[in-house]
């Protein structure tokens, strides 16, 4: 029995067949399927449901204005503005319940855009020929897009790609079938930090916000989760946000692969988006635990996590230069800012007697945010560790002030 249908999309003048083969699975495994082409040139060999010309009509734009754009890369943004438009009103108007889609390079530069488009909890799945590659900044994923590696997918059906393409088809499908939505009607708190060893204010925070009747959401700072938090700011997704390990802001400034992207610190300022901050293990800088440590490291105290990650102590003056980027990141903010700044450490690592203190180095950091803090920004002290109790009490008292003034809404 049909039950779920599935928006597939990618170029049916070159893809055929493989669009094709998905398109056969989802319906051998009872699922419908409503069909999206992309292409500028070439035809498929069956029309589809959603034909190229609609696709850029979507967008403003004509096919002979993408044939006519002069090259191949021009022509295909105008068609993943298109896609991404058009998918996002289809959703809305419940024609497909998860999409997937198709492609190498170019098609997956269009199913980003496509997946972006749709909001958390709509099944977005890519097939790619460079999924999990460096290609992809993090900036361009969806907070829940899914990726699977299309393995010997270059150029036609085959064994291996088959293997790869039934696999993703049974996915989207399942995810459609299984997906829980987010309650729109609960309010929800974005929150980050890192494994209770490090941070560990969740411990008393998480079950205090949800006896206040708010769903509390924490993403892990360790560059992909820190994407999905500034994905779902971006969209308004938060009532509030506790953003309590900033750390990859530190690891965008100085080059690291453990990145958010360039917007950290940003997205719920820019929605207006109430904000509850503290620079958590702010002093530290992750990199790939598994690479030889570049050379601009080699003379930093370093801390190895475990085989994939290694973190880099900051000295004086770089911990002032992220001062300062924090300072600027904050300043785009559209609604409140409440800025933690814990005065005996911000991170378990850094606390007096630990491994990697440095009273004088914290100190730095703390006088360069003073001197450069936004007006619109508000300072709050506190006499204690970003651990203690008094950090998390600190916390629930702003929060609670702003929900009594109506800042905070639920």
Same mark, same amino acid.
């Given at each position: 029995m049909a039950d779920k249908t599935i928006l597939v999309v990618g170029t049916y003048d070159t893809k055929d067949d493989e669009l094709g083969f998905l398109a056969r699975v989802i319906r051998e495994q009872g699922g419908r399927v409503v069909t999206m082409d992309v292409s500028v040139l070439g035809e498929p060999s069956v029309p589809t449901d959603y034909s190229k010309h609609d696709v850029a009509k979507e967008g403003g734009a004509s096919i002979a204005e993408a044939k006519a754009a002069g090259d191949e890369n021009h022509a295909m943004q105008i068609m993943a503005r298109g896609a991404a438009l058009l998918a996002a009103r289809l959703y809305a108007e419940s024609v497909f319940d998860g999409v997937i889609a198709l492609g190498g390079t170019m098609g997956t530069d269009l199913a980003l855009d496509v997946c972006a488009a749709l909001p958390l909890g709509a099944p977005k799945y890519v097939v790619s020929t460079?999924?999990?590659?460096?290609? !992809?900044?993090?900036?361009?994923?969806?907070?829940?897009?899914?990726?699977?590696?299309?393995?010997?997918?270059?150029?036609?059906?085959?064994?291996?790609?088959?293997?790869?393409l039934s696999q993703a088809a049974g996915a989207v499908l399942g995810a459609a079938r299984a997906v829980q939505l987010p309650d729109p009607d609960k309010p929800l708190i974005g929150m980050t930090s890192l494994g209770t060893s490090a941070l560990k204010y969740v411990v008393p925070l998480k079950p205090a916000l949800e006896e206040r009747g708010f769903e509390v959401a924490v993403f892990h700072a360790t560059g992909m989760g820190g994407r999905a938090f500034e994905s779902l700011a971006a969209k308004g997704a938060f009532a509030c946000v506790f953003d309590f390990c900033t750390q990859e802001l530190g690891n965008h400034i100085h080059g690291s692969n453990i990145s958010a992207g360039v917007d950290r610190l940003t997205n719920a300022g820019l929605t207006g988006t109430p904000q509850i901050v503290?620079?958590?293990?702010?002093?530290?800088?992750?990199?790939?635990?598994?690479?030889?440590?570049?050379?601009?490291?080699?003379?930093?105290?370093?801390?190895?996590?475990?085989?994939?990650?290694?973190? !880099?102590?900051?000295?004086?003056?770089?911990?002032?230069?992220?001062?300062?980027?924090?300072?600027?990141?904050?300043?785009?903010?559209?609604?409140?800012?409440?800025?933690?700044?814990?005065?005996?450490?911000?991170?378990?690592?850094?606390?007096e007697g630990a491994d990697l203190h440095d009273r004088t180095g914290l100190q730095a950091f703390l006088e360069e945010l003073r001197a450069t803090l936004p007006a619109n920004v508000t300072a709050h002290p506190v006499a204690g560790h970003i651990n203690d109790a008094i950090f998390a009490e600190a916390a629930l008292g702003i929060f609670d002030a702003w929900r009594a003034a109506g800042v905070v809404k639920g």
């Open positions: 460079v999924s999990f590659s460096p290609l !992809i900044p993090a900036e361009r994923l969806a907070a829940d897009i899914q990726m699977i590696l299309w393995a010997g997918g270059l150029y036609g059906l085959n064994a291996v790609c088959k293997a790869s503290a620079p958590g293990c702010y002093d530290l800088v992750d990199i790939v635990g598994w690479q030889q440590v570049p050379d601009k490291w080699v003379n930093h105290p370093h801390r190895a996590h475990n085989r994939l990650l290694s973190s !880099i102590v900051l000295n004086q003056e770089e911990r002032r230069h992220l001062a300062r980027a924090h300072s600027k990141q904050l300043a785009t903010a559209k609604g409140p800012v409440a800025l933690l700044l814990p005065e005996d450490g911000l991170g378990e690592w850094d606390r």
